[in-house]
């Protein structure tokens, strides 16, 4: 039983585009929910975070909005360029469990130029 | 990398031998990982460590055993490989179980 969804599965924007990517969870125990970006070759590094006192948060052109009722939280990119090519994951853990993470599928972005 | 090397970087195997992946770090964080990435499954947790000489199953532990003897060191290894073993395998490290997890390079094994 996977415990994050991640969607879509890719995603095409055009430069100067929004792109957003969806997740949604099933343990309400979660309670810090990352977002890693992955170059092609490279290891997941962590982009931004959040915890689920707060509904968003924002650093620089990234953005997650956290929805507890719902159980959802997105990742948006303003103005998408194509350096922010990459495969996202996003993921989620609790604090009680050692920091092991659920992670979603990932979603592989590409920004035409 | 945050300080986090993996070895070897590649390999190639064949079905029934044994290989042990190595995780080292500079960090001296406590906790340490080991994921494996597959297409289209994201990455799962094999094993992880919460300091010397503890470990923990993660959700694909079946056919890895783990080791910690070292704050620096996690190794994984891979008794008797097998065909579906071939991944990417990535080793993170993080401070405290509820803080970010850095992530090495990743090992890319080929079981033939």
């Known amino acids: 039983q996977q415990q994050v969804k991640q969607s879509p599965q890719s995603l095409i924007v055009q430069k100067g585009g929004i792109s957003i990517i969806n997740c949604a969870y099933e343990n309400t125990a979660f309670d810090y929910f990352p977002w890693y970006q992955q170059f092609p070759g490279k290891g997941p590094a962590l982009l931004i975070a959040i915890r689920p006192d707060v509904s968003e948060k924002k650093e620089g052109r990234f953005t997650i909005s956290f929805n507890k009722s719902a159980k959802q939280f997105s990742l948006h990119i303003m103005d998408s360029q194509p350096g922010d090519s990459a495969t996202y994951f996003c993921a989620a853990s609790t604090g009680t469990n050692a920091g092991k993470s659920t992670f979603g599928d990932g979603t592989t972005l590409t920004v035409k130029p | 990398d945050a300080g986090i090397t993996q070895s070897p970087r590649h390999k190639v195997t064949e079905t029934g031998t044994p290989v042990t992946l190595r995780c080292h770090q500079t960090e001296n964080h406590r906790y340490m990982y080991w994921y494996r990435q597959d297409p289209g499954h994201g990455l799962r947790l094999i094993h992880y460590?919460?300091?010397?000489?503890?470990?923990d199953k993660g959700e694909v532990s079946d056919g890895y055993s783990v080791s910690r003897s070292k704050t620096e060191d996690f190794l994984l290894t891979l008794e008797s490989a097998t065909s579906s073993q071939t991944s990417v395998y990535f080793c993170a490290i993080s401070n405290r179980g509820t803080d970010t997890q850095y992530f090495g390079p990743g090992t890319r094994l080929t079981v033939l």
């Open positions: 460590s919460y300091g010397v000489k503890d470990t």
